[in-house]
């Protein structure tokens, strides 16, 4: 956090997802490791089928972490900034329902 | 149809994804790359909202290979088991209409 | 069907849902039933979060409507326009990627 | 805060939507017109793919008022509850996810 100290939006609270960052890293190599797979199943010439499960396997692996970012965002960022004041609320929660509604619509 | 005849799903016609190979491996690949990034980003503890951005750009690219792969399984697959019988085209329906509901859902 | 015989673009083997009318116009009935009871709750003041609730319970039964139209669609419409020939098997796939698209996307 | 206090969930402060109470009955009727339009359809035998797209335009008409509605939720229920204290705001955020969740997956 140190280099992140005296810059940003919510240096102080933190992301929200700081305390899980290793846990974050770990889930996204997994989802690494199925965009790898993906590209193996159709160098073999697996069946389409197979590919498509597999693909919505790692949409849904994908998901989630964005799920998860989102809540430590809200708990941290969003709680942070409802209690700095109106203005601040107002400008997380705008930039907050912007990323829900790309969650939603993807 | 003659070729499909003697040998099983869909062998001798090839799977519906097969002419556009390179064309997937690679969509797949800055598939990858994205997820690479992601890792980068955490690691960097970047604001979660422009994280979840990356994201949600990440989850369209692989909903739109899905897409792609299905439209190439539909055109062959589907299209050769249609001609192929009523069994062998309630079977490929059957299977395809799991896969797309599993990417409605996610 | 009468009506429809000679007319449209595939009279000869109806529409997919075609014997599931009752069916589908009994679920679209309670969804219907289901955009009266959200203003009911609006009208009521209920609480937000439940409102949320019947409105995804609301969605995911017109999802699973869409779905079944779909289904039907492919096993009659897609499969006889395989059987007619190339053209008519390619437009139908065209006009049904496109449908699957908007069901993903929305 | 203090007309909160006593009151529990969030009588006082209202709901996120009482000021848009008319606007959000208003888009849930034209939705219910659409539930009735889609049974119009399907008695009527119109094409499968054209009742898609109409379920698809209704589909997105309900996800914009789910999307309202949580902003409005957001804006109001979630900043009163940060400010009221850390129960209150990790009760909310809680239950707001689940619904996110919801829309999400639906």
Do not use: F, P, W
């Not at 280099?3 to 899980?20: M, N, Q, R």
């Not at 692996?61 to 998860?68: D, H, I, P, Q, Y």
């Amino acid at each position: 956090m140190t280099e992140h100290e005296a810059t940003g939006h919510d240096e102080a609270v933190g992301h929200g997802y700081i305390d899980d960052k290793a846990k974050y890293i770990r889930r996204l190599k997994l989802i690494e490791g199925q965009a790898r797979g993906l590209q193996r199943m159709v160098e073999n010439e697996d069946y389409c089928i197979d590919i498509l499960t597999q693909l919505s396997a790692m949409t849904r692996a994908l998901e989630a972490v964005g799920l998860g970012l989102l809540e430590g965002h809200m708990r941290h960022c969003v709680v942070a900034a409802a209690r700095e004041g109106d203005a601040a609320a107002a400008e997380k929660i705008d930039e907050a329902m912007k990323a829900i509604t790309r969650l939603v619509k993807s």
